[in-house]
């Protein structure tokens, strides 16, 4: 234990999905997505295992698409579900914002301490 990180001499290949289970990959710095995933938050997820503590080069992600195959589909489901998921997100941090915004709060807060 301690010392030098351990580095990989060669490159490293692993499928998407089990890509995002526990592994921090910070020997690595370029990215190749071969293959889409549907869920674009999973590319993203397998993508920042380079992007942990201790990462102390710069991080190329790259992505090879073939024109014209489900890969074309792949990357329309995912920019739907992206605009699905901000749009989302974007309605529950204004509805907390106006839930804040409208919540009685006291005139003054009584001191918590015996004094």
Not at 47 to 53: D, G, L, W
């Amino acid at each position: 234990m301690g010392g030098a990180p351990w580095v990989y001499p060669g490159p490293l290949m692993a499928i998407v999905h089990p890509g995002v289970d526990g592994l921090n990959i910070t020997s690595c710095n370029n990215v190749i997505i071969l293959d889409p995933w549907w869920n674009p938050y999973v590319e993203e997820q397998a993508i920042s295992r380079v992007h942990r503590m201790g990462q102390t080069r710069e991080v190329n992600v790259f992505r090879l698409l073939a024109p014209n195959t489900i890969e074309d589909d792949i990357t329309e489901v995912q920019a739907e579900k992206r605009s699905t998921i901000e749009a989302h997100t974007a309605r529950c941090a204004q509805a907390m914002a106006l839930s804040d915004a409208t919540r009685k709060r006291p005139a003054r807060m009584s001191k918590v301490s015996g004094n």
